[in-house]
Nanobody, 120 residues
Framework: QVQLVESGGGLVQAGGSLRLSCTAS????????MGWYRQAPGKQRELVTS???????NYVDSVKGRFTISMDNAKNMVYLQMDSLKPEDTAVYYC??????????????RGQGTQVTVSS
């Protein structure tokens, strides 16, 4: 089985920074893509950013220039560096991953989420 575990959320003032981490563990054969979703109270979940095994990245317009995603393939980890945080970035952030396991079964996985709160 594959599990994703996030860490690094917390409370920060507007303009501050946080770094989220996510570790994928289990019988992983290949990680195709990893990324971060977020969901704010009363809002739909949105894809914030993603990165492929070849380091191709995508960002939602609202975080471009402020957030940076990176992946450590050797450790099966993905990071989200969040700078110049705004109150509207407040949400639960979920790590997600598109993974093929050693049974050659490909699935999408999601972590339990980590709260990010930005105070004004």
């Amino acid at each position: 089985q594959v599990q994703l575990v996030e860490s690094g959320g917390g409370l920060v003032q507007a303009g501050g920074s946080l770094r989220l981490s996510c570790t994928a563990s289990g019988y992983i054969f290949r990680i195709h893509t990893m990324g971060w979703y977020r969901q704010a109270p009363g809002k739909q979940r949105e894809l914030v950013t993603s990165i492929t095994g070849g380091n191709n990245t995508n960002y939602v317009d609202s975080v471009k220039g402020r957030f940076t995603i990176s992946m450590d393939n050797a450790k099966n980890m993905v990071y989200l560096q969040m700078d110049s945080l705004k109150p509207e970035d407040t949400a639960v952030y979920y790590c997600n991953a598109d993974i093929t396991d050693y049974r050659n079964i490909r699935n999408l996985y999601r972590g339990q989420g980590t709260q990010v709160t930005v105070s004004s």
